[in-house]
């Protein structure tokens, strides 16, 4: 019984997730250039000069020549504006084990940064990109990703990167990025 509430919130939750991303999905009308051009507006900053310094400063990222290692940017990628970021429908929900029994649940939700005009495309393989993200997160959460300091920089750049690792074998080089746009962890007991 112990166990039963939380899978019961979290499920709601993820219910209640997926009720508020079709509601508030946006129409046909909204393009990524157009959603670029006015966050370029409201920040006055250039969307398409993109200012990747601290990357350089960073020994571990500087040190290595992967071009899907965490943290690098892709070389082919294209300006900021010419891109579109695709939300999956549901979040994603994890068990986090030890000794055989959940210790807790982990959710986040994900969104991929593609070409504008991919987004159909996503929707349309969303069921094996769920399928192939939840064995990522599950391998992330048996290997000790999501004990500790789960949102540790190192180890979220280790899950971004083979989560995007993961997208591009199923959607090809059009993934650019893979962003974690809402984590959270509950300690079960």
Do not use: C
């Amino acid at each position: 019984m112990r166990l039963i509430f939380p899978i019961v919130l979290a499920m709601a939750g993820a219910g209640a997730g997926l009720g508020a991303g079709i509601i508030l999905r946006p129409g046909a009308e909204a393009t990524g250039e157009q959603a670029a051009g006015s966050a370029e507006q409201l920040d006055g900053h250039d969307a398409s000069r993109t200012e990747l310094a601290w990357q350089d400063a960073d020994p571990i990222v500087a040190s290595t020549n992967d071009p899907l290692a965490a943290g690098t940017p892709d070389p082919h990628a294209p300006a900021v504006s010419d891109t579109e970021f695709t939300k999956l429908n549901n979040q994603f929900v994890v068990p986090v084990l030890r000794d055989g029994q959940v210790r807790s649940m982990v959710i986040l939700s994900l969104s991929l940064e593609t070409p504008v005009g991919r987004r159909e495309r996503i929707f349309d393989r969303e069921p094996r990109i769920r399928d192939t993200f939840l064995q990522v997160l599950f391998d992330h959460a048996n290997a000790g990703g999501f004990d500790g300091d789960f949102t540790n920089g190192d180890r979220m750049d280790v899950l971004r990167g083979e989560l995007r690792r993961s997208a591009r074998q199923l959607l090809g080089p059009d993934v650019y990025d893979i962003l974690v746009t809402d984590i959270a962890r509950q300690d079960l007991g």
